[in-house]
């Protein structure tokens, strides 16, 4: 049973093909990486299930419905939330209130009550605030939660994206390469995030290139190149596959197979 | 029928000079992407500086190259103290900017040469000349030549000259063109002080039939914008292609359906333009990188 | 007991308000002030459009003046009591920018500052060419809404200058208040983040159009409520309440204080209001000196006065 299932997705840009007859799919409580060398096409692939952008072709399901081409606020209603490579943090608001933002979902109300500043709008925001601060906890952050959120270093801005698409409570989780930048220490803690909020039911697809991460958590990886899957399987048996090892591993088919070992 | 013509005729006219707005508006817009609400001020400085210098006793030729000479060191002005300081601001500041430019220029032209309205003579007189049913100002022919002439010269400074093509390698990737030695800083005083002398001479032409004084800027800054917008900004040939379009429109509004509401013309272009066509007659779309 | 810079804000500014007024010479005083909590009114809407939202508006002032000619037609036309006439002027408004603000806000940056200037110039063009109606260029005179009069009944006797100031000053400080609430609630954060970044604030569920649009409303209402207390108060309105200059004004005032504080707004109002009421002397070069206003502070101090002043004052690092 899957909770999202992509099938011969694809698009082009103008005439180039960047990506093609993608499918594979991820159930809860699972991690699946997709891999690839730079250009194949990874962070596309999560633009258009993630909504950004509509695919040419194929389908992409959520829990058996059909969600192809829905709209970014839409999927999120529906449990999927995503971090973005390049980060896309709300820089003139704090730690804490972009967190608090990824709580839209849950403590949206009326206007009207908001500008009034009634008791039921008041709850909401207090609620918000608590459940932002044990996010943040949960990330190492609490003790950065005024500061301006443009103010925090690179690797503690990715476990801030990271918490505020936790606070959707998602049902899928994208993560857009949450080790980029970090140091070992770093990768190691978000590396721990990872694994315990799959292993609360949540299915979580993940991008990344540090291979030695990629190859200790996932349950299964799918490999890009040049846009379309030319592997998938588990970590073991990707890290001994010829195509792959060629197309992307190279040099570093020791290190995977080390870190399989 | 005459009629038609007639509307056609100041409809090119006033046409050519919303393309030459446009075109300084376009060429701004490629070297720094500012929008500069301030374009229609040239077009103002460069009539009105001609008729004072012209009224001080310089025969006119020498009055108008003075005028458009002040004029584009104004705009490279514009540039070094208003534009250059604030790069990289926020889009609100920019337009805060020019605009607060724009209206500068107008206060202090308001101080230095009054509220009326001003001329000086036409090149070669004021007798109409019949065509095709209707007449049409010896003026207006100079205005439309003077238009053609500039886009034309325009289009071979950029393809054939080679500042030309360092200010479109500039205009298309800024750091891809430093690193080729070009220097954009010249470059950017380079496509101010021409956008600036376009305009100014915009003025001159356009002065013996319109009339020129300190607050005409700002509703030609508006119109070659809808232009600009309308043959898609960034393109020289949408420059030209809108602001014909648009003073034809105009022109026919005025003479068919209301001639109090012909500035409104301009506007409802800009409307249809950004709901039904965003890149304009001539641009191309564009994709957010995420 | 820490206050929380909304409770400082509202007390700073009922204060200044309710005290100010000792030291007035003159009623002319009483004018300046009521004017420019009309105008502190008007841009404490725009901070929520500009400054929480992050969209930009060049046409705000045709609100301002479908209040203002609301207030002025209504009761002539169709026998409204003036005060009933502003709210209808608001729910116009409301309307009216609701129906324009749905597509032109699909816009940004350099778009959908000239799509909302058209439509500023759109309304200001039909104030000023439908004279049947509006009267044309010079206007039209608006009635007596006789809140005065109803004071005096209460046995409160105040001047027709101490009156609008009084009262312009409660509306302002009620209007504060709202647009202080909405920036620590949800919709507040909606909004910000989506300032932030459209992208991801789409991610986290935030209806970006939705927002976008009921920012561009309640700011036309602020716009609208703002018109009509000045038509009102002049018993008078003229087509370039609506015009392009005034819309760039409300800008200026908007992001010259800080654009995203509503105290900051309040101030760049104060300034731009009161700066032409000194130098009266210097008519002429009001529109000189306005421009270069713009000019500098957007150059030097980008984020508006009142946050640089702040910064200034922490000291860097601050």
Not at chain 2, 48 to 63: E, I, K, N, S
Not at chain 3, 286 to 306: D, S
């Amino acid at each position: 049973m899957s909770l999202l299932r992509v099938e011969g997705l694809g698009i082009d840009f103008g005439g180039l093909r960047a990506v093609h007859d993608v499918g594979f799919s991820v159930g809860p409580g699972e991690i699946v990486s997709v891999i690839g060398p730079n250009g194949a096409g990874k962070t596309t692939l999560f633009n258009m299930i993630s909504g950004l952008y509509l695919p040419g072709r194929g389908r992409v399901s959520l829990d058996g419905a059909d969600v192809t081409g829905m709209e970014p606020h839409l999927l999120a209603a529906r449990g999927l939330s995503r971090t973005f490579q390049n980060l896309q943090i709300f820089q003139a608001m704090s730690v804490l209130e972009n967190v608090a933002a990824g709580h839209h979902l849950h403590e949206k109300g009326s206007v009207i009550a908001d500008m009034l500043s009634l008791p039921s709008s008041r709850r909401r925001s207090r609620q918000t605030r608590d459940s932002a601060h044990t996010l943040l906890e949960r990330v190492g952050l609490a003790r950065a939660a005024e500061h301006k959120a443009g103010s925090l270093s690179y690797g503690a801005l990715k476990r801030l994206e990271i918490a505020r698409a936790l606070a959707l409570k998602p049902r899928v989780l994208l993560l857009d390469e949450p080790a980029a930048g970090c140091n070992a220490v770093e990768t190691e803690e978000i590396d721990r995030l990872v694994a315990e909020v799959a292993a609360g039911g949540v299915a979580v697809l993940l991008v990344e290139h540090d291979m030695r991460m990629v190859m200790r958590i996932s349950s299964h990886i799918v490999v890009l190149d040049h846009g379309e899957k030319i592997a998938e399987g588990e970590p073991a048996s990707i890290a001994r596959n010829p195509r792959v090892i060629e197309a992307y591993l190279g040099a570093q088919a020791g290190e995977a197979n080390d870190a399989v070992g | 029928m005459p009629e038609l013509m007639q509307f056609l005729m100041s409809g090119v006219t006033v046409g050519a000079v919303y393309a030459l707005v446009a075109l300084g508006f376009t060429i701004i817009y490629n070297a720094s992407d500012v929008v500069n609400f301030a374009q229609g001020e040239f077009v103002m400085l460069g009539g009105m500086m001609t008729v004072f210098g012209y009224a001080a006793g310089l025969p006119l030729p020498v009055a108008a190259l003075v005028a458009i000479l002040a004029t584009a060191a104004i705009g490279v002005a514009l540039n070094k103290l208003a534009i250059e300081p604030a790069r990289g601001a926020p889009v609100v500041s920019l337009i805060i900017i020019t605009i607060g430019a724009s209206i500068f220029i107008r206060g202090v032209s308001q101080v230095v040469f009054g509220k009326q309205l001003h001329r000086f003579p036409a090149f070669s007189g004021d007798a109409p000349i019949p065509v095709l049913g209707a007449t049409i100002l010896p003026q207006s022919l100079w205005v439309i030549a003077g238009a053609l002439a500039i886009f034309v010269g325009l289009w071979l400074f950029f393809t054939r000259t080679l500042t030309g093509r360092a200010v479109l390698a500039t205009a298309n990737n800024r750091m891809a063109a430093q690193l080729v030695g070009i220097n954009t800083r010249y470059v950017m005083s380079l496509s101010f002080a021409l956008s600036a002398a376009i305009g100014a001479l915009a003025g001159v032409l356009v002065t013996p039939i319109t009339l020129v004084s300190y607050d005409i800027g700002i509703s030609l800054a508006l119109k070659g914008f809808a232009a600009a917008m309308l043959g898609g900004m960034g393109n020289p040939k949408g420059a030209l292609a809108g602001g014909l379009l648009l003073g034809l429109m105009e022109a026919l509004t005025a003479g068919y359906i209301s001639s109090q509401y012909k500035d409104a013309a301009a506007f409802v272009v800009i409307l249809g333009v950004l709901f039904f066509m965003p890149q304009g007659l001539f641009g191309t779309k564009t994709t957010e990188r995420v | 007991m820490r206050l929380s810079t909304k409770a400082v804000t509202l007390l700073v500014l009922s204060l200044v308000i309710a005290v100010a007024p000792l030291f007035f010479p003159s009623t002319f005083y009483y004018r300046v002030g009521s004017l420019i909590f009309i105008n502190g009114l008007a841009v404490t809407g725009l901070v929520i459009l500009i400054g929480y939202a992050g969209q930009i508006s060049l046409g705000h002032a045709g609100f301002f003046g479908i209040g203002a000619y609301a207030c002025a037609l209504a009761p002539a036309h169709l026998g409204l009591h003036p005060v009933l006439a502003a709210v209808l002027g608001a729910v116009l408004s409301g309307v009216v920018a609701y129906v324009v603000g749905k597509p032109i806000l699909r816009l940004k940056g350099y778009y959908l500052a000239v799509a909302s200037l058209g439509f500023g110039v759109l309304v200001a063009m039909v104030l000023a060419n439908e004279a049947w109606l509006t009267g044309g260029p010079d206007g039209i005179a608006v009635a007596d809404p006789g809140l005065r009069a109803l004071l005096r009944g209460f046995g409160v006797d105040l001047s027709n200058a101490q009156f609008w100031y009084g009262f312009c000053g409660l509306v302002l400080v009620l209007g504060a208040w709202l647009a202080l609430n909405l920036y620590h609630s949800p919709t507040g954060r909606a909004l910000r983040a989506l300032h932030g970044s459209e992208v991801a604030a789409r991610t986290v569920g935030v209806d970006v159009a939705r927002y976008k649009l009921n920012a561009f409303v309640i700011s036309a209402v602020y716009a609208s409520v703002a018109g009509s207390l000045l038509a009102l108060q002049n018993r008078l309105v003229t087509p370039d309440m609506a015009g392009f200059m005034h819309s760039i004004e409300m800008v200026t005032m908007t992001v010259l204080g800080g654009a995203a504080s509503v105290p900051g707004a309040i101030l760049g109002a104060a300034i731009l209001t009161a700066l032409p009421q000194v130098l009266t002397v210097f008519q002429e070069y009001e529109q000189l000196m306005l421009g270069l206003v713009m000019m500098l502070v957007m150059i030097f101090m980008r984020q508006g006065l009142l946050p640089s002043l702040a910064r200034l004052l922490r000291g860097r690092g601050g």
